[in-house]
């Protein structure tokens, strides 16, 4: 019986391409473990170089199933074309390579740039990176989902065209305005980017965003009036504005959004009056506001509504302060 023959290798003794291209060969999960065993360790597993050798492995044929960037790991299901380009990949990706000077020639050359949909979270490897603007050279990007990401939306988040769903929600470090360049994908069925710091005006162009089904606004730090341009997302069923710092009288043009199922406007600084047609189809949700004058009748053939916390309003005797649906 021929006994097995365990051969250790010094890796400390290898030059550091030979080190990278060893490296590279681990998923990157596994391989960020030996980053503290060694300065030098934790200097190559930082670089770019190390980044575009992870980046060249997409290219190889046997790769199908698995994706792993960096420190997240990654599972993707893809189907290949005679050409071998991958038409969907669902993955958890690290945003590090992304972040490297040169990233964005490594992304259009490799097979990510195929890349459809995008799931990732911070972890104790990578806590709260921004949002790289080589990920915007993904343009066949159908889903965004990020956490855990800082600083500001970048403007060429616009450049991702064939967005259909954006989720950035929940990530308090995320500040700044919303981009106006946001307002450029067409595409967009589904923004929620609730429970962020982003502060500034609701940007006007927000009313191009025609195929929009859901709109999550809400626990930021928004100001101004309500653009009166959301009345143009006619195909909108969720509306979801409150505890922000929006200010001014609610748009008559809400009114003409008839697929809305709910309307959440509360703890903002909303004045009045009411328009009549608000609540034809939707609940609306004012609690906690500034808006003053009479209830107008027309309230009694809403779906729901909430007027509660809105001490300067006026209800005739047969009209409740509060209706569920």
């Given amino acids: 019986m021929i006994s097995t023959i365990k ?44 980044a575009t050798c992870c980046l060249a492995r997409l290219h190889e044929a046997d790769f199908r199933t698995k994706l792993e960037l960096m420190d997240s790991e990654s599972e993707s299901d893809s189907d290949d074309d005679d050409d071998g380009s991958i038409e969907d990949i669902d993955q958890e990706l690290n945003l590090f390579p992304f972040m490297l000077p040169g990233c964005i ?36 990007l159908v889903c965004l989902v990020l956490r855990g990401i800082r600083g500001e939306i970048p403007p060429e988040i616009g450049r991702l065209s064939s967005l259909k769903t ?17 307002c450029l994908l067409k595409k967009l069925v589904f ?14 162009d927000i009313g191009n965003l025609a ?8 626990y930021n730090q ?12 006619l195909n909108l069923r969720w509306l979801n504005l ?5 200010n001014g009288v609610l748009p008559a043009e809400l009114g003409l959004l008839s697929k809305l199922q709910r309307m959440k406007l509360q703890e903002n600084m ?51 302060i509060r209706r569920e649906e």
């Fill in 191 to 204: 923004l929620d980017l609730n429970n962020c710091s982003l502060s500034g005006p609701i940007p006007d």
């Fill in 166 to 182: 954006m989720n950035l929600s929940e990530n308090f470090r995320l500040v700044g305005r919303i981009p106006v360049e946001l």
């Fill in 7 to 50: 051969i250790c290798i010094n890796l400390s003794e290898l030059p550091d391409e030979l080190l990278i291209q060893v490296f590279s060969w681990i998923t990157p999960i596994t391989v960020f473990v030996y980053r503290p065993l060694s300065h030098r360790f934790k200097r190559i597993l930082e670089t770019q170089h190390f």
């Fill in 211 to 218: 195929e929009l089904q859901e709109l999550h606004l809400n």
């Fill in 105 to 140: 020639c490594n992304v259009e050359d490799s097979r990510l740039k195929n890349c459809r949909q995008v799931y990732w979270s911070s972890t104790y490897l990578s806590p709260y990176a921004p949002i790289p603007v080589a990920l915007c050279s993904l343009s066949s």
């Fill in 242 to 246: 409150r505890y922000n710092k929006l």
């Fill in 222 to 233: 928004l100001d101004g009036p309500i653009p009166s341009s959301l009345g143009k997302l």
């Fill in 270 to 320: 909303l004045e009045g009056p009411i328009p009549p047609q608000l609540g034809k189809t939707a609940f609306v949700d004012l609690n906690s506001n500034q808006i003053i004058g009479d209830v107008p009748c027309e309230v009694t053939t809403w779906v729901g509504y909430d007027f509660s916390q809105n001490p300067r309003m006026v209800f005739p005797a047969d009209i409740p």
